[in-house]
């Protein structure tokens, strides 16, 4: 293996499992923001405790280790295609080890590659750049936030803002929505990359290089630098809050740039991301290609238990505050479910089932592979290696649950299958099927794929393997796996709650603020 691979499979590997110290300290300081006993304060708390495990496990800090998109700046003369080629070696590697979830899906097949590689997979931008040393950076942005991105072309209407024309307070109107549309969808509390220009394409590009900037840094253009103080204060007013649940912090950075444009185009872009914001880089030595420094600060320098209580501690306390918990252990049935209401705290225990995208379009036209009635259904993509002694769980977070809304209502009732547990809340089709059928919504916390393993204390068996590892359906033994109701059987949804409140907090940002 040459230096170059080497030094490119570290990259990857401190990418997926230590967040930068600069991120760290930005979550620090939600936390500190957020009462500890409320949803959002005892979801930062477990989101904390999972970045100090990852790091610790040298394990995915999410189990959607999403698209690798590299940025390469090298010197004139450099060998570009050698280095693709061991760019890609190292991603197939980290894959193989454990570091990578497999990712990369055919479009047309659905099948899974298994490494990580295939057309368009990694995301390699090469640049040459009048310097002797190699500049590599890469940013690791899950499936999940990456769908909340947005593009805008002015001027327009939007939603609960009115008209946004082709200036900096349309600007502003468009990354105000941006950040309310999102909601808990995308891992919030989140951060977000805004390209000003360009066209369709390189306005996404742009958007997404502004998420290579760091958390502290100010832009040295004064415009943009008081549009993003602006977002970053009022956006946090809208509480939506982590994970969607109310609170006082959903937004935790916001980065903008721009570029030239056609006269007759004006577009807006915004990449979206989630806390577990993975981005590093590293600086080559020219002719060895050993790493000679990082470009973002180790979170190792910032560890987070050093001042933060552990997820278990805020969980009494929120208990503590009249936060009713309940123990469960599926197979559950609809009496027990019918007794949760909204904002319970659930702890669960037996056999539950993963089951994402290529699962629930199987199951509305074929049976199960086993018998659903009274189980538990996750939303959820693990990574997964398996040895002589077996399968073992990797990473474990849940996935984005609105994409099974056609689907999940029907599901539940033709198998009688009792709890969903995901991300980000469904819609009012399923919340119907709740009602009728006597379900429930979990929602787990985005990103905690650490946090979650640990509840894991058997794989009782997979099925489906041939939709590849993270769209199985694997069935899991688990101890302790908490949840929170936010979708209950008496037609209750926090989701919705949320979204409405939200939405009239949007609208008292239509007057204009930049003259």
């Known amino acids: ?28 300081a939600a936390k500190a923001a957020e009462d500890s006993a409320t949803r959002a304060g005892l979801s930062l708390s477990t989101i904390v405790q999972n970045i100090e495990m990852a790091e610790c496990n040298v394990s995915p800090i999410c189990q959607d280790t999403g698209m690798p998109t590299f940025i390469v700046h090298t010197p004139v003369g450099a060998n570009q295609i050698i280095m693709r080629r061991e760019i890609q070696q190292a991603v197939a590697r980290a894959t193989k080890d454990g570091k990578l979830r497999t990712n990369s899906v055919d479009s047309l097949t659905g099948a899974n590659t298994g490494d990580n590689l295939g057309p368009g997979t990694p995301v390699i931008h090469f640049e040459q750049w009048e310097k002797d040393e190699v500049d590599v950076r890469l940013i690791l942005k899950g499936g999940g936030c990456e769908n909340k991105n947005i593009q805008y072309s002015l001027p327009m209407e939007i939603e609960g803002l009115g008209k946004a024309g082709r200036d900096l307070d349309g600007i502003r109107k468009c990354i105000m929505h941006a950040v309310y549309q999102a909601q808990g969808q995308g891992c919030s509390a989140g951060f977000i990359g805004v390209g000003i220009g360009g066209d369709r394409t390189s306005g996404y590009e742009l958007a997404k290089q502004q998420l290579f900037r760091h958390v502290e840094d100010v832009n040295p253009i004064p415009e943009l630098a008081k549009l993003e103080d602006y977002v970053l204060e009022n956006a946090n007013k809208l509480g939506i809050g982590t994970m969607g649940f109310g609170g006082n912090v959903t937004l935790l950075g916001c980065k903008v740039g721009v570029m030239n444009r056609l006269p007759a185009s004006f577009f807006v872009s915004v990449a979206y991301n989630c806390w577990a914001y993975r981005r590093q880089g590293v600086l080559l030595d020219g002719s060895s290609h050993e790493i000679k420094e990082w470009i973002y600060e180790s979170g190792s320098n910032h560890p987070m238990n050093a001042f933060e209580e552990t997820a278990s501690a805020a969980a009494e306390k929120a208990i503590g505050e009249g936060r009713r918990e309940v123990v469960l252990t599926a197979p559950v049935t609809e009496e027990q479910i019918r007794s949760l209401r909204v904002g319970d705290v659930v702890i669960l225990n037996g056999e539950m089932h993963t089951g994402r995208d290529a699962l629930h379009k199987h199951l509305m036209d074929h049976d199960a592979p086993i018998d659903l009635n009274g189980g538990v259904i996750y939303h959820c993509g693990p990574v997964m290696l398996k040895d002589e002694e077996g399968w073992h769980v990797k990473a474990f977070g849940p996935t984005t649950s609105i994409r099974e809304e056609p689907y999940q209502g029907e599901i539940m009732k033709k198998f009688g299958i009792r709890a969903v547990i995901g991300k980000g809340g469904m819609g009012p089709k399923t919340l119907a099927a709740l009602k009728e059928h006597g379900g429930v919504y979990l929602n787990a916390v985005g990103g905690a794929a650490q946090y979650y393993a640990e509840c894991v204390k058997k794989v009782n068996g997979v099925d489906l393997l041939e939709f590849g590892i993270p769209e199985a359906m694997w069935h899991l033994q688990v101890e302790g796996f908490a949840a929170v109701v936010t979708m209950d059987s008496h037609g209750n949804s926090l989701h919705a709650e949320v979204e409405r409140d939200s939405k009239e907090k949007l609208t008292q940002f239509k007057d204009p603020v930049f003259a």
């Open 1 to 28: 293996m040459s230096n170059f691979e080497e030094s490119i499979y570290k990259l990857v590997v401190e990418t997926s499992t230590n967040l930068p110290a600069d991120v760290r300290r930005t979550i620090a």
